[in-house]
Structures are given as structure tokens and as C-alpha cells.
């Protein structure tokens, strides 16, 4: 009878313990996937403590924050803090995507529209001729947004523009941006399913935006973005009072404040860490046009191989958090961009959290996007 009775009590034990392990599983699953206060800020810590242990690294800032602010993380090193300058580079691109999004709205635009539309002839003639056929007056402007043009890119290419990088700082017009391009060979014909990063795109939708609206680009951003967000310490820089930052090539402090005024739309902004945030925030929360139009504009196309894991949509980066990229520790996307002297900004909706950061180094263009990735694997 006792053998019976303790058969029965286990019986009845066993389907018990399996429920309430199932119930830690599934409210351990909740906060893991949900996000929350549970977020570990020191493994931030650590991962920005070896990030910024290189000796090449002479300065740096991370902040982190969820949408709701409860969870508020900043990082520095090197005497930054959130609300120093930081020369945004690239990151610039989604000051510009925003503007358009704005145009499509008031229909003062169409993503489908030929930029021949906009941009004289003399400069877009001979811009992009792929084996013999021109293709300049095809462009669209979905084709400039999703970097599927086939344009090449002078950034990485051209030696002018080498030249004013690593040895003597000039200002560059966007005439010589164009003319550097044309002496470049296309990548592919426009809207041939791929997709090609070339900062010439986004040099042709600033001027796009100008014509469109007849404003200097800096009064654009100021209209649609800075100034209905409060972004009081974010500008382009169009004369020589307006501060350009300091960066490094490795161990070698550098200024280039012509240059990088003269890349304007593709990347020639100046913020703060504090201010990326609020335009983080902004961007993906729908704050300053409607959200609902990031549905339309989230087909990614994979990049040249040089970008790889990065892909690209409707003006942002795509970076897939699933699988090898991650070792399988991440799951999700990171969204946003990053840029060439170290800078990034970052959604990560798989636990909601936003990242803005800075390197102030041009000596390894690909640091930020890793340092990203690495955050989005220590949030669990």
C-alpha cells in the first residue's frame, strides 16, 4: 500500500514540478525576448572597456537607452562624454533619407521619379555608362536611396579624394564628386537586383533635396529634423566658424573640416551623442513622419563583399543578427547606420534598445559595425 500511495504522490508530483518548470522557462523566455531592466549594463561595460583598450583608440563614447529611458546607459573614454562634437560621417545619410521620406509625404516627390528630373544634364551625362549603354538618365530615386544605382564609389576609389583623407585637407564640390565618378566603371546596370555602396547616391539626393525645396541643404535638415526635435548642438557645417571635430588615423590626430563640409549629404554632419539619440528615437517611433512607411522601405539587398554582414534598404543599413554573424548568440536585426571615422547608430527592436557611439577613428572602418553586433550579443 505504501508502495502505491508513493507511486500515486510521485505521479502527481511530477506533472506539477514539469508545469512550474515550464512557467520559469516561459517568464525567463518573456524577459529575455521582451527586454526590460534585466539588461546587464556591465557587460556593456566590458565590451566598451575592450573595444576602447586598442592603443589606436584615443577616445570614445556609447550610450544606450530603451524607448522608454528606463534603461540609460553612458560609456566614455578619452575625455568624451554624450554631449561632446562628434564628426557622424555616413550616419549623415539617414538626415538625408529622413528629408525624402518628408518630400513622399507632401508629394513633393516619387521615390520612382528619373533624377534627370532634378539634376542638369551636363552632370549626370556620362555618369553612369555600363558596357556601352547609358544609364545615367535612368536613375531613379529609389535607385540612389537603395544604393542599387550600380554607381561606383569615388570614397574608396578615387585618389583626389584619398588624397584630401590622408595628406591635405581641401574642400570638394559636388561637380568633382561627379567627375571622379565618371572616370570610375559602373558596377551593374540600375535596378538589376543588386546593390552597390557608393556615397555618390546620397551626394545626388542632397541635391535633389536642394532643387526640390530651393534651400541649402543645412536649412532642409534644420526644418525637417533638427529644429521640430530639439537637436540644438547638430548642424552641417557650411563656413569656416561652424567646429569640425578632430579625428585620428591611428596613432595621428587629424583635421578635416573642408573636407568632410564638403560631403554634406552622403556625410558631412556634426552632432552629439545626446542629440543622435533623440533622432534615433525619433526615426524608428514614427516622430517625425509616419512609421508605417519603414514597411515599404525594408527590402535589403545584400552589398559588395567588403560590407558583408551589412545590407542595405530604403536608406539604412540591415544587419542580420541570426546565425553565423553572431555565432548564433543574437537573434534579430540591427537597424540604422554606420560611418567611416567610427561613428553608429542603432535600433535593435529584438530587445528595444538604441545604440549611439563613436571611435573618432578612420584607420578601421569597420569597427563600429562589429562593436554594434558585439552589444546586440551581450543584451541577454
Not at 137 to 157: A, C, E, H, K, R
Not at 199 to 213: A, T, W
Request: net charge negative; proline share 4%.
Amino acid at each position: 500500500m505504501k508502495v502505491k500511495r508513493s507511486v500515486k504522490k510521485m505521479l502527481l508530483i511530477i506533472p506539477i514540478a514539469l508545469l512550474c518548470i515550464i512557467i520559469i522557462a516561459w517568464a525567463s523566455a518573456y524577459i529575455y525576448f521582451k527586454g526590460g531592466n534585466n539588461i546587464n549594463a556591465q557587460a556593456f561595460q566590458k565590451r566598451f572597456d575592450v573595444a576602447t583598450a586598442p592603443m589606436n583608440i584615443h577616445e570614445s563614447v556609447l550610450f544606450i537607452e530603451n524607448s522608454t529611458g528606463d534603461f540609460s546607459e553612458i560609456y566614455t573614454y578619452g575625455g568624451r562624454s554624450i554631449d561632446s562634437p562628434m564628426v557622424v560621417a555616413s550616419v549623415t545619410k539617414m538626415f538625408t533619407t529622413t528629408c525624402i521620406i518628408k518630400l513622399v509625404e507632401e508629394n513633393r516627390l516619387s521615390l520612382a521619379d528619373k533624377i534627370s528630373l532634378y539634376i542638369d544634364n551636363d552632370i549626370l551625362s556620362g555618369l553612369h555608362v555600363y558596357k556601352g549603354v547609358e544609364y545615367s538618365f535612368d536613375i531613379t530615386v529609389s535607385d540612389l536611396l537603395y544604393q542599387t544605382s550600380g554607381l561606383p564609389d569615388y570614397f574608396t576609389n578615387s585618389e583626389l579624394v584619398k588624397n584630401a583623407i590622408y595628406n591635405q585637407d581641401v574642400y570638394l564640390t559636388f561637380e568633382q564628386y561627379t567627375e571622379e565618378t565618371k572616370k570610375l566603371s559602373p558596377r551593374f546596370a540600375p535596378n538589376s537586383g543588386k546593390a552597390y555602396y557608393a556615397d555618390i547616391n546620397f551626394d545626388i539626393l542632397g541635391v535633389i533635396l536642394e532643387n526640390v525645396m530651393s534651400l541649402p541643404l543645412d536649412e532642409i535638415y534644420k526644418q525637417y529634423i533638427f529644429e521640430p526635435l530639439g537637436m540644438i548642438n547638430t548642424y552641417l557645417p557650411v563656413n569656416e566658424d561652424d567646429f569640425v571635430p578632430h579625428l585620428y588615423n591611428a596613432s595621428e590626430r587629424i583635421e578635416r573640416p573642408l573636407l568632410i563640409a564638403s560631403f554634406r549629404a552622403s556625410g558631412g554632419c556634426i552632432s552629439t551623442a545626446r542629440d543622435m539619440m533623440v533622432f534615433n528615437k525619433a526615426f524608428w517611433n514614427g516622430e517625425i513622419f509616419d512609421k508605417a512607411i519603414l514597411e515599404t522601405l525594408s527590402g535589403y539587398n545584400k552589398l559588395q563583399f567588403e560590407m558583408t554582414p551589412i545590407t542595405y534598404g530604403g536608406g539604412y543599413m540591415g544587419i542580420s543578427l541570426n546565425g553565423i554573424n553572431t555565432f548564433f548568440l543574437a537573434k534579430g536585426n540591427l537597424m540604422g547606420h554606420s560611418g567611416s571615422t567610427g561613428s553608429l547608430l542603432f535600433y535593435y527592436p529584438e530587445r528595444d534598445l538604441f545604440f549611439i557611439g563613436d571611435f573618432a577613428q578612420i584607420e578601421n572602418p569597420g569597427l563600429s559595425v562589429r562593436f554594434a553586433i558585439m552589444l546586440a550579443m551581450v543584451t541577454k
